[in-house]
């Protein structure tokens, strides 16, 4: 995010002290989610507060997609335009990251539990804006053992 140009990059953590510290020294602000267990919403809530007035879109990302690339997100931010919701599709899916106009944050912070934005996308496919990116960009890695040897 911060190699595409972005910023503010706000990055929403659980209140772990290992990912404060595995961040900080970054141009991004850290923002803690006390209760992650409640969920996405939770964490895309705290993130979407914290975006300046200005701005008239938030890129919504996961951290957890290693082989997206800073290209790859520039490539969304050139196909957003005002009022239009951009998602990445990987091959038959689409995934993260996804850039919402500002005017679907009242329903993103409207989000309960692990609901995330695919919801808001769902329900409005006449803004949808897709980009076809390369499959393995869109591989999520959760556990240690899912990375390659």
Do not use: K
Request: charged letters at 25%; a negative charge; hydrophobic letters at 45%.
């Amino acid at each position: 995010m911060l190699e595409a140009g972005l910023e503010p990059v706000l990055v929403v953590v659980s209140t772990e002290p290992r990912f404060r510290e595995a961040l900080a020294g970054l141009p991004l602000d850290v923002l803690e989610n006390p209760a992650p267990e409640l969920g996405i919403s939770q964490s895309i809530g705290i993130g979407l507060r914290a975006v300046p007035g200005a701005n008239e879109a938030a890129l919504i990302a996961v951290a957890d997609q290693p082989y997206l690339t800073a290209d790859a997100i520039s490539e969304l931010r050139r196909a957003f335009s005002p009022g239009r919701i951009v998602v990445p599709r990987y091959g038959d899916q689409r995934g993260n990251p996804a850039i919402f106009d500002h005017g679907f944050f009242a329903e993103l912070l409207r989000l309960d539990g692990d609901r995330g934005g695919q919801a808001v996308v769902d329900a409005h496919p006449e803004a949808v804006v897709e980009v076809n990116l390369a499959a393995a960009m869109g591989v999520d890695i959760d556990r240690a053992d899912e990375w390659p040897v």
